[in-house]
């Protein structure tokens, strides 16, 4: 009897219609009006580029019943929001449960958003000094604005339409016109249910502090609303615009925006029920599997029981794999969920209930945080398996194969597309990779000290040389575009900045191999007494070193005393901290903890054993990918460790792969021998 999955089809988010579709979008964009008008903000705003994930978000009580409800109250104490204040990174917060929180959380006078965990400062009047979000309080006055009549009408029978968030008053259309042509009340918030000629629920007017002057013009070059006195004495000479204008032609780019992440959450929704679909089934084949064991161990008595304590280990350790993997999985696609939503909240908010110049001043944050939040897509695949209970004929001898056996085969299928193709001048191997901004990346091919820059499509944008006595074994990069660059001959690590300058970084009295940069910035490397694989000697003592961000000190030294690593080729870091280390000589990949003890190796599936693993790399999503040289396979092993396919599997794909590396957009580049490289999409 077999107790298999329940076999549900995942619905394929496509790799290109997530990051890469909106980076689409936003590149038709960048030759529009706006994004000409803005370039000049675009440069100069300072954004931080810091990828964000979501974890951590206490489980709400109560229902959601679409993308805005969720964020309707208020998600620290999950009530209708009392003063509401908006953070930086526009998630919201009553002020006395961020006021709590921040009491609890603080250190050094940042605190992290309960949500999206970005890192903010506390202002000095404290969580007063954070801005009021109005959007919030538009939208809870619109639910109470039926059948309520005018405050100021005389005859005490006139239907309002429109309520004042500074008065906390209804009024009608005439009174809500006259309320904002007053001095004291010309600068207040009259939010309708219905929204106006511009497609606005929300009425308010900026007066200009200096001239007194109703706001109704946008300065470029300042990047500031102004007044038409303002834009004739000191802007007479900078890009100006109505302003109205300018916020219709952000309020259609916004949506377009939106409306693309928007079109996600469906998908991400189903799934996350497809993950409980996977959680009840894998209950279902725990339950089937003890079971069967357990009738395989009443009919051979007392004399298996010790072979049947064996089996159900066996069972949850298998079980506890892939609960665990989709426990990852769950997060993953509920963080995603979240903060999407959370984001298109934020945004429909601002588009639905900002002024203009709210609008046309908070277009570049609101752009900013829709990228950021299509980031999170896709979301990968649930790698599938079926676990079964084998039982032999019986014999009379009682043996743990006679009892039966769990075995385990995987059904996930991963498609793999080529995007690129280029071949660097040479025969040699492409010993390194490593990507940088705008779907680009360097490479190196053989020991030669030339760098090529490549694009995505597989063309060759530039090469440097960096010296004829410059021998390059490895490259990686950060997030600014530097790259670093093991010197293997020349026993030293070198910083090439984005600015093709380049320096010693690190001075070592051993050959280094490959190097990786941790999630805090520090600087792995594989250290070896000999500068190949064919001169390694048992008696060298090979290891694996840290070096602080700077260069300056080792933080940390790994023996291969415990881990018996013979030789370590190449090193990455994973999302959870685990290191994992290639093993060219002994044929398998050494997966440690963030302190360096050992937790397991990896040397390869039933149907393929490792052979020369060589290069290394992580994904967003934690996945881990592994370059077979000598069996021409790439596998794709999950966050735990465990492997979920081969990526390729044929020379005919790619031969003799070498080198891995993944980009920002998750393009996985492959480089093999004969100076091959290749650009596939395999996250769909």
């Known amino acids: 009897m077999s107790v298999k999955n329940s ?19 936003a590149t038709t964009k960048s030759s529009s009006t706006v994004y000409s008008k803005m370039t000049a903000i675009s440069e100069e705003s300072g954004l931080s580029r810091t990828p964000r994930t979501v ?4 489980r709400s009580p109560r229902p959601v019943l679409n993308e805005d409800s969720q964020f309707e109250w208020c998600g620290l104490c999950y009530d209708d929001y009392s003063d509401p204040r908006m953070l930086p990174c526009l998630h919201t917060y009553c002020s006395r449960c961020l006021n709590d929180y921040i009491e609890q959380t603080e250190t050094t006078g940042q605190f992290a958003c309960p949500l999206c965990k970005s890192r903010h400062t506390v202002p000095v009047d404290g969580v007063q000094g954070f801005k009021p979000n109005i959007y919030i309080s538009a939208i809870q006055a619109t639910k109470n604005m039926k059948n309520n009549l005018c ?44 929204p106006d000629e511009h497609g606005q629920k929300m009425t308010s007017r900026s007066y200009c502090g200096e001239h007194k002057q109703e706001i109704n013009i ?11 006195l303002c834009r004739d004495q000191s802007h007479e000479l900078h890009n100006t615009q109505n ?9 259609k780019e916004l949506t377009e925006s939106v409306s693309l992440l928007q079109s996600y ?16 089934a894998f209950s279902n084949v725990k339950k089937g599997l003890i079971e069967q064991v357990d009738s395989r161990s009443e009919k051979l008595h007392k004399e298996i029981e010790e072979i049947r304590e064996k089996f159900i280990t066996q069972i949850n350790s298998e079980i506890q794999i892939e609960e665990d993997r989709l426990v990852i999985f769950r997060n993953r696609v509920t963080e995603a969920i979240a903060f999407v939503s959370s984001q298109v909240a934020a945004a429909k908010h601002c588009i639905d209930f900002g002024s203009n110049q709210d609008i046309a001043v908070g277009k570049e944050t609101l752009q900013y945080h829709l990228q950021e939040a299509s980031r999170m897509l896709p979301v990968g695949f649930i790698p599938r398996f079926e676990i079964n209970f084998a039982e032999p004929p019986l014999t009379d001898l009682i043996t743990q194969d006679l009892f039966g056996r769990i075995s385990k085969q995987g059904t996930t299928t991963i498609t793999v597309t080529e995007c690129g193709h280029y071949k660097v001048p040479g025969m040699h191997l492409i010993r390194g990779i490593a990507p940088v901004s705008n779907a680009r990346a360097w490479v190196i091919c053989g020991f030669d000290p030339r760098l090529h820059l490549l694009n995505r499509t597989g063309s060759r944008l530039r090469t440097i040389k960096l010296g004829h006595d410059v021998d390059v074994d490895y490259i990686t990069s950060d997030e600014n575009d530097n790259i670093y660059i093991s010197c293997r001959k020349n026993r030293c690590i070198k910083l090439l900045n984005k600015d093709i300058r380049i320096r010693d970084m690190v001075v070592l009295n051993d050959f280094p191999r490959g190097i990786a940069l941790s999630q805090s910035g520090d600087l792995l490397i594989c250290l070896t007494k000999s500068s190949t694989y064919d001169t390694y000697r048992p008696t060298d003592k090979n290891i694996l070193v840290k070096y602080s961000k700077v260069g300056s000190k080792v933080v940390a030294e790994f023996e291969r005393a415990n881990v018996q690593m013979k030789y370590p080729r190449r090193i990455a870091e994973n999302l959870n901290g685990d290191i994992y280390v290639s093993d060219h000589k002994e044929g398998c990949v050494h997966i440690l903890s963030h302190d360096g003890k050992v937790k397991h190796k990896y040397t390869g599936n039933d149907s393929t054993k490792l052979g020369e693993p ?5 994904d967003r999503y934690g996945h881990v990918i592994i370059a077979d040289y000598k069996s021409n396979c790439i596998h794709l092993l999950d966050q735990q460790g465990q492997f979920v396919s081969h990526l390729t599997k044929s020379d005919s794909v790619m031969k003799q792969p070498f080198s891995v590396a993944v980009d920002s957009d998750g393009y996985l580049w492959v480089g093999g021998s004969n100076g091959v490289v290749k650009i596939f999409r395999y996250l769909m």
């Open 7 to 25: 076999g549900i089809k995942l619905p394929e988010i496509n790799a290109s219609g997530g990051r890469s579709l909106l980076s689409s979008a």
């Open 55 to 58: 974890s951590g978000l206490p």
């Open 151 to 194: 405050e100021t009408c005389d005859d005490g029978s006139t239907q309002a339409d429109t309520y004042c968030l500074e008065c906390t008053q209804h009024f009608c259309t005439r009174c809500g016109t006259i309320h904002l042509k007053m001095t004291m009340s010309k600068s207040h918030h009259l939010v309708s249910e219905k």
């Open 218 to 228: 946008f300065c470029f070059k300042c990047r500031i609303p102004i007044c038409s």
């Open 243 to 251: 302003i109205q204008e300018f916020a219709n032609e952000v309020k």
């Open 265 to 280: 959450l469906p998908l991400l929704k189903n799934r996350l029920k497809d993950v409980e679909s996977h959680e009840e």
């Open 614 to 618: 060589c290069g290394i790399t992580c």
